[in-house]
């Protein structure tokens, strides 16, 4: 099977970034378009979730909750033995403990694209990974500090807008249920690759723009910003197999853990910690990990979760 087509929209907004071509989309448009992909996502996972909440399920996402808080320490560990300093480690790591949701939505349509089947309630844990790691960042640049506007970071983290539209798609799904919404399953059906692959040109032309800090940060961060990812999926891969998740929850969750959050933790940690360098997490997450792992990453995870079903794990 060649390329998804929808990955090449992507590959085609990198390099005409890259040639500096005056191909811009309209900013209104990229913020509809990720509006329209947060919400379909939510709106999928609500309904499935409507059908299929049980003991299970809390349980598997307080795991999940626990790899929140996990992979943002594995991460800091990872930077300051790559000799960065400390506030700048903790807020790159909060990033790569947080979850793309570009990248999720990648890895959607690419297992749906294989007709692998993966757990339908996958979009609750893509909303659960983006609160812990922002906590544990602030935690790791300065402890608990009397200075630190809890309140407002508070409104930061749960009411801005990806934890918004995933948390609202997720309730209005599982309120309405799956007969109701019927007439809105295009939003996550024939609708979805569509908007995913204009919304993938526009992050193609974003992540040329930031290649061109590695010229200040080196190959320090361009080495951290494959390897955590690496690190990051063989620790969600493992932790999916042991909540018995299927071959394609096994990819998926491997996904979510190997990305990088690029919308809500920039945001959550200029207003917590505006003494770090937003370029250098930037740089990692959206300049290399976000093409890393949509070009590379996925089929690579998707190998590994295989390997582990094989070996019996």
């Known amino acids: 099977m060649g390329i998804d087509p929808v990955v090449l929209f992507f590959v085609f907004g990198l390099l005409a970034g890259l040639l500096k071509s005056e191909l811009k989309l309209p900013p ?3 913020e509809t378009l990720s509006i329209v992909l947060l919400l379909a996502i939510g709106l999928h996972g609500g309904v499935e979730l409507a059908e299929q909440a049980s003991p299970a399920l809390l349980g598997q996402s307080l795991l999940v909750l626990a790899l929140g808080v996990l992979l943002p320490v594995l991460a800091f560990g990872l930077l300051r033995g790559l000799r960065f300093d400390r506030v700048n480690a903790a807020a790159v790591a ?18 749906a694209a294989r007709e692998i089947f993966f757990e339908s ?3 609750l844990f893509v909303a659960i990974l983006e609160i812990p790691a922002i906590l544990v960042g602030i935690l790791l640049a300065k402890g608990i500090s009397q200075d630190t506007d809890w309140k407002e970071l508070g409104r930061e983290i749960f009411l801005g807008k990806s934890i918004m539209l995933l948390l609202g798609g997720l309730l209005i799904g599982a ?5 109701a919404i019927k007439p809105l399953e295009p939003l996550y059906t024939s609708m979805f690759k569509p908007v995913l692959a204009f919304f993938l040109l526009e992050m193609g032309l974003i992540a040329s723009g930031q290649l061109g800090s590695l010229k200040r940060y080196g190959l320090k961060l361009a080495a951290f910003a494959v390897i955590m990812p690496l690190v990051g999926a063989l620790v969600g891969a493992m932790l999916a197999r042991f909540m018995g998740l299927s071959l394609g929850g096994t990819a998926m969750l491997a ?3 190997a990305s990088a959050s690029y919308i809500a933790v920039p945001a959550a ?6 003494q770090a360098n937003p370029s250098l997490s930037l740089t990692a997450s959206l300049g290399i990990t976000f ?7 996925i089929p690579l995870y998707l190998a590994m979760a295989e390997q582990l079903i094989a070996w019996g794990l």
């Open 121 to 123: 309630y996958m979009p």
């Open 175 to 179: 309120i309405a249920g799956k007969e």
């Open 269 to 274: 940690m200029r207003l917590a910690v505006p």
């Open 255 to 257: 996904t979510l853990a």
């Open 94 to 111: 909060a990033h790569y403990g947080s979850v793309s949701a570009g990248t999720f939505a990648v890895v959607v349509a690419y297992l």
């Open 28 to 30: 209104a448009l990229y």
């Open 291 to 297: 093409p890393f792992n949509i070009l590379i990453g």
